[in-house]
C-alpha cells in the first residue's frame, strides 16, 4: 500500500482492489452469494442460448433478442465476480492501471448494450402487438443482425472517450480502489487533476443512453397498452399483456439497482462507502441471474423446449 498522498507528483500505474470496505474479516461470507449468483448466471444463461440457438422454432425476433441478453449476462458477470472472487478468497486485488481501464469499458459498455437490447425488445413487443401481420416483415434476420451492431458501437463509442478522461489524469492521491471492481469516477477521485469533465461526462452518458432507453421503452408501452386495451375480449387481453410480462420483470430489476448505483457514485457524497460497493455489486449480481429464470419460467416456447431437453421422453 502507499501513502494517502504522494507527494512526487509520480502517476500510480499499480493499484489495489479492497473488495467490500469495512467487511474484509466477511469476504469469505460474503463470497458465498457471489459464487452462487455466477454459478447460476453461467448455467442458466448458457442453457437458455443453448436452447435457443439449438433449436430452430425459436429462430424468431424475441427469442433472439433474448439470446442477445443472455450472451451480454454472461460477459457483464465475467468481468467482475472472477475478480472478486479473488480478492475475497486470495487477497489477490493488485490490478494494473491498463487492466483497470479494460475492465472499465467492457463493464460500462456491456452495460449499456443491456440497456440497448431491452429497448428493442420493447420495440419488438410494440410491433408484435399493434402490427401483428407485419412483424416478419419488418423484424428479419437481416435487420436484427443490424440492430446488435448497433448497439455494439453505440456501447463502445460513448464508453471509449471515458477511457480518454481517466488517461489524461495524474493518479498521485493514493493507489487504493475501495470495490470489488474498478469504476471510472472512483478511479478518477485518486487523481490530483480537475475532474469535473469526466463527472458531466459520465451524466452525458447516462442521459444519452439509460435514461433515453427508459423514456423510449415507456412510449412504446403506452402505444401497447393503448393497443392492448382497444382489444374486446378480456382473455385476448390478458394473454397478450402476459407476453410483455418477462421483459416488464426484466426491466425492473436492471434500471432500478443499476441507475441509483450510478447516481450514488457520483452524487451520493452522504452515501457509506461499502453502501455504494454493495449497490454497485447488485445490478452485476441479480439481473443475470434472474433473467434466464424469469424468462424459462414465463415464455411458454422456452419452457416447453427445456422440458424436452431435460426429460427427453416427456410428451
Not at 85 to 108: H, K, N, P, V, Y
Not at 243 to 272: E, K, M
Not at 290 to 299: A, D, F, Q, S
Request: glycine fraction near 6%; include cysteine.
Amino acid at each position: 500500500m502507499t501513502m494517502p498522498l504522494n507527494r512526487t507528483g509520480v502517476s500510480h500505474t499499480i493499484f489495489r482492489l479492497l473488495g467490500i470496505p469495512g467487511f474484509q474479516d466477511l469476504h469469505l461470507w460474503i463470497s458465498l452469494p457471489f459464487f452462487i449468483s455466477y454459478i447460476i448466471s453461467l448455467l442458466g444463461n448458457g442453457l437458455l442460448l443453448f436452447i435457443i440457438l439449438s433449436r430452430r422454432s425459436l429462430h424468431e425476433p424475441m427469442y433472439l433478442f433474448i439470446s442477445m441478453l443472455s450472451g451480454a449476462d454472461i460477459f457483464l458477470s465475467t468481468c467482475i465476480v472472477p475478480q472478486a472472487l479473488a480478492i475475497f478468497w486470495f487477497q489477490a486485488g493488485e490490478i494494473s492501471l491498463d487492466r483497470c481501464l479494460t475492465q472499465i469499458i467492457f463493464i460500462s459498455a456491456t452495460f449499456i448494450s443491456e440497456s440497448g437490447i431491452l429497448l428493442v425488445m420493447a420495440f419488438d413487443r410494440y410491433i408484435a402487438i399493434c402490427s401483428p401481420l407485419r412483424y416478419t416483415a419488418i423484424l428479419t434476420h437481416a435487420l436484427i443482425g443490424k440492430i446488435g451492431v448497433a448497439i455494439f458501437l453505440r456501447s463502445y463509442c460513448t464508453v471509449l472517450p471515458v477511457i480518454y478522461l481517466l488517461k489524461r489524469l495524474t493518479f498521485c492521491k493514493s493507489n487504493i480502489l475501495p470495490n470489488t471492481a474498478c469504476k471510472d469516477i472512483m478511479l478518477a477521485h485518486l487523481s490530483c487533476n480537475d475532474i469535473r469533465i469526466n463527472i458531466w461526462y459520465g451524466f452525458f452518458i447516462l442521459m444519452l443512453t439509460l435514461v433515453l432507453d427508459i423514456v423510449l421503452i415507456f412510449i412504446s408501452y403506452l402505444f401497447i397498452l393503448r393497443a392492448v386495451f382497444r382489444i374486446p375480449s378480456r382473455d385476448a387481453r390478458a394473454k397478450t399483456l402476459n407476453t410483455c410480462g418477462s421483459h416488464i420483470c426484466v426491466i425492473l430489476h436492471f434500471y432500478g439497482p443499476g441507475i441509483f448505483s450510478i447516481l450514488t457514485q457520483r452524487f451520493g457524497r452522504h452515501v457509506a462507502l461499502s453502501v455504494q460497493v454493495v449497490l454497485g455489486n447488485v445490478y452485476i449480481l441479480i439481473p443475470p441471474m434472474l433473467n434466464p429464470v424469469i424468462y424459462g419460467v414465463k415464455t411458454k416456447q422456452i419452457r416447453e423446449q427445456l422440458v424436452h431437453l431435460l426429460i427427453p421422453k416427456h410428451k
